[in-house]
């Protein structure tokens, strides 16, 4: 690589890509013109083939360049169809305050092909049935892992059959055995599944498998960083470019070892441009069932920790085992944390939310547009069964307190936002009830909007209670 393209994209300009772009400003991208585009291209925030002309033989040239240009030090890998494909990758900094992190890394559940079929049935039901609302996002989970344990290449086709049959989720094929991994993708090419793994011992087989198929593969050399260097380059000159590292996943006393595998690895693809390295990694937090004999609930406890640390620490893609709520669920809202826009406070559409069947006289209240903030007083609304109507306004995302301090809720923001959304429309009093956090402002919201301000409960589990003794108010 070059000097000129060993840098960032933190280090990139939106001048950069729009000299590469077709400068038509057409607006075919949805923005208004070619710089706006590529703006939001180097910030992350929209793809180089959302530009339509580029996508043409005219321009072709010039596509090309602007990959290259762009391609981060660790490369994107997909698997899975164009309806459930996933994409693993594509870092490209260390850490999510230089710059957000692309590509949730999928989380995988597995399937032992020595369970019997009305097992098997019911984990893929499971799996494919897993879903938790948070602040207004369905967290899912991402993808099968069909493993090898009888080593019968018939019973592996088998359970391959019967998760195409009965999920849509992509697929993780996972065994060491080529015979074993070649009757798996002979029910399934079509879904484009991870192979899990090349390795030392069966480089030549699999490579040819890989190269036929043309699946991706996960190149496998626990705790031997030398040797997965040696199997990239080895695959590489074979022409293979579709690959997961898997540096190994070290449990229990070792978890030092597996932090330091997985560090390593990115530092020296980031900092280094080592393409060697520039690859996805994969973890494997279902490895602590292979240790020594614990109870269930502590291997379930000891995978949901080493799973959180893999997130954190560079994983693009996990295997796990356990499907019980309270190992899943702290990687799915961790995941989504950690993949959120730091730039961006995670919110949700100002405007009127009508709860039950208010009429006429029912409360109005007001809150902010920080998701976790809005979901929240919904959930206590509805908890209290409340008929009301809920003005949500527009502080950029953030929460009440924060937008009072940063002056992004003021008095004369609530009155523009009565105005824009008619609330004297939508009641026959002039009544409005603001956040206890927001107490500070009654003053000067009556004196702007001529609405009298009652003040609410700083936390909103108090508004049941609140409507209850207090509505309707005194007209005194």
Same mark, same amino acid.
């Given at each position: 690589?070059?000097?000129?393209?060993?840098?960032?994209?933190? @280090?990139?300009?939106?001048?950069?890509?729009?000299? *590469?772009?077709? !400068?038509?400003?057409?607006?075919?991208?949805?923005?208004?013109?070619?710089?706006?585009?590529?703006?939001?291209?180097?910030?992350?925030?929209?793809?180089?083939?959302?530009?339509?002309?580029?996508?043409?033989?005219?321009?072709?040239?010039?596509?090309?360049?602007?990959?290259?240009?762009?391609?981060?030090?660790?490369?994107?890998?997909?698997?899975?169809?164009?309806?459930?494909?996933?994409?693993?990758?594509?870092?490209?900094?260390? +850490?999510?305050?230089?710059?957000?992190?692309?590509?949730?890394?999928?989380?995988?559940?597995?399937?032992?092909?020595?369970?019997?079929?009305?097992?098997?049935? @019911?984990?893929?039901?499971?799996?494919?049935?897993?879903?938790?609302? +948070?602040?207004?996002?369905?967290?899912?989970?991402?993808?099968?892992?069909?493993?090898?344990?009888?080593?019968?290449?018939?019973?592996?086709?088998?359970?391959?059959?019967?998760?195409?049959? +009965?999920?849509?989720?992509?697929?993780?094929?996972?065994?060491?055995?080529?015979?074993?991994?070649?009757?798996?993708?002979?029910?399934?090419?079509?879904?484009?599944?991870?192979?899990?793994?090349?390795?030392?011992?069966?480089?030549?087989?699999?490579?040819?498998?890989?190269?036929?198929?043309?699946?991706?593969?996960?190149?496998?050399?626990?705790?031997?960083?030398? *040797?997965?260097?040696?199997?990239? !380059?080895?695959?590489?000159?074979?022409?293979?470019?579709?690959?997961?590292?898997?540096?190994?996943?070290?449990?229990?006393?070792?978890?030092?070892?597996?932090?330091?595998?997985?560090?390593?690895?990115?530092?020296?693809?980031?900092?280094?441009?080592?393409?060697?390295?520039?690859?996805?990694?994969?973890?494997?937090?279902?490895?602590?069932?292979?240790?020594?004999?614990?109870?269930?609930?502590?291997?379930?406890?000891?995978?949901?920790?080493?799973?959180?640390? *893999?997130?954190?620490?560079?994983?693009?893609?996990?295997?796990?085992?356990?499907?019980?709520?309270?190992?899943?669920?702290?990687?799915?809202?961790?995941?989504?944390?950690? +993949?959120?826009?730091?730039?961006?406070?995670?919110?949700?559409?100002?405007?009127?939310?009508?709860?039950?069947?208010?009429?006429?006289?029912?409360?109005?209240?007001?809150?902010?547009?920080?998701?976790?903030?809005?979901?929240?007083?919904?959930?206590?609304?509805?908890?209290?069964?409340?008929?009301?109507?809920?003005?949500?306004?527009?502080?950029?995302?953030?929460?009440?307190?924060?937008?009072?301090?940063? !002056?992004? *809720?003021?008095?004369?923001?609530?009155? @523009?936002?009565?105005?824009?959304?008619?609330?004297?429309?939508?009641?026959?009093?002039?009544?409005?009830?603001?956040?206890?956090?927001?107490?500070?402002?009654?003053? @000067?919201?009556?004196?702007?909007?001529?609405?009298?301000?009652?003040?609410?409960?700083?936390?909103?589990?108090?508004?049941?209670?609140?409507?209850?003794?207090?509505?309707?108010?005194?007209?005194?």
């Amino acid at each position: 690589m070059t000097d000129e393209h060993r840098k960032s994209i933190r @280090e990139i300009s939106p001048i950069d890509v729009y000299k *590469l772009l077709p !400068r038509t400003n057409c607006a075919a991208c949805g923005e208004p013109n070619c710089m706006a585009f590529a703006t939001r291209v180097v910030n992350g925030e929209a793809v180089i083939e959302g530009c339509p002309p580029l996508l043409t033989k005219k321009y072709e040239k010039d596509l090309k360049k602007l990959l290259h240009l762009l391609a981060p030090p660790v490369r994107t890998i997909h698997f899975g169809t164009d309806t459930h494909r996933l994409a693993v990758g594509g870092k490209h900094v260390l +850490y999510r305050h230089e710059f957000t992190y692309q590509n949730p890394p999928p989380i995988a559940i597995d399937i032992a092909d020595d369970l019997n079929d009305e097992q098997i049935n @019911e984990r893929i039901s499971k799996i494919q049935d897993f879903k938790y609302t +948070y602040i207004g996002r369905t967290l899912t989970l991402d993808a099968l892992a069909i493993r090898s344990v009888t080593q019968n290449p018939e019973r592996f086709q088998e359970v391959v059959r019967s998760a195409c049959r +009965y999920s849509d989720l992509p697929l993780i094929l996972c065994s060491t055995n080529p015979a074993i991994i070649k009757a798996g993708i002979a029910v399934c090419s079509e879904r484009k599944p991870l192979i899990f793994a090349i390795t030392r011992d069966n480089w030549k087989e699999m490579g040819e498998i890989v190269l036929q198929s043309g699946c991706p593969i996960v190149v496998s050399a626990p705790g031997d960083l030398s *040797l997965l260097r040696t199997l990239v !380059r080895t695959l590489q000159e074979w022409g293979i470019e579709d690959m997961v590292l898997d540096p190994g996943t070290f449990h229990s006393e070792n978890i030092g070892k597996t932090i330091h595998l997985f560090t390593t690895i990115r530092k020296t693809a980031i900092r280094n441009f080592d393409t060697l390295f520039g690859y996805p990694l994969l973890g494997t937090p279902i490895s602590v069932w292979n240790g020594q004999e614990l109870s269930d609930n502590l291997n379930r406890w000891q995978e949901a920790y080493l799973a959180s640390m *893999l997130i954190t620490r560079y994983a693009d893609i996990l295997i796990m085992h356990s499907i019980e709520g309270w190992t899943l669920l702290p990687q799915l809202i961790w995941r989504f944390g950690l +993949y959120t826009d730091p730039r961006k406070p995670v919110s949700v559409d100002p405007g009127v939310r009508t709860f039950g069947n208010p009429d006429k006289n029912a409360p109005v209240l007001i809150t902010s547009n920080y998701a976790l903030t809005y979901f929240t007083v919904e959930s206590d609304i509805k908890a209290a069964k409340i008929d009301c109507y809920l003005i949500v306004i527009d502080t950029s995302g953030l929460s009440v307190e924060a937008a009072v301090a940063g !002056r992004y *809720l003021t008095a004369s923001k609530i009155a @523009e936002s009565l105005k824009q959304f008619k609330a004297d429309s939508l009641v026959s009093h002039r009544f409005l009830i603001i956040p206890g956090l927001a107490a500070r402002l009654s003053g @000067e919201t009556e004196d702007e909007t001529g609405w009298r301000v009652l003040v609410g409960p700083r936390d909103s589990s108090g508004i049941g209670q609140m409507i209850r003794e207090r509505w309707p108010p005194s007209e005194e």
